[in-house]
């Protein structure tokens, strides 16, 4: 997914230069099932940490790879 935004916003940035993208923030709360105790760490960490890597990814933080960069932040 952030492959595509980052695609989208280069796409966009060629016809109008000036555009603002609008990034949201995801709603995710992860939780292990209640007979899974082992799963909670993990639960945990998906709500917390890895639901905001897109946000590295989209800036270039992470996987700069994959094309992400500081322009595309709404600031």
Partial sequence: MCKAAIAGVKAIREVDPEARMVHIDPIV???APRDRPDLVEAA???TYVDTF?????????EHPELG???RFSTL
């Fill in 68 to 70: 992400g960069s500081q």
């Fill in 53 to 61: 890597l897109a946000w590295d990814i989209l800036f270039g933080k």
């Fill in 29 to 31: 709360q992860v939780v």
């Fill in 44 to 46: 945990h960490h998906e």
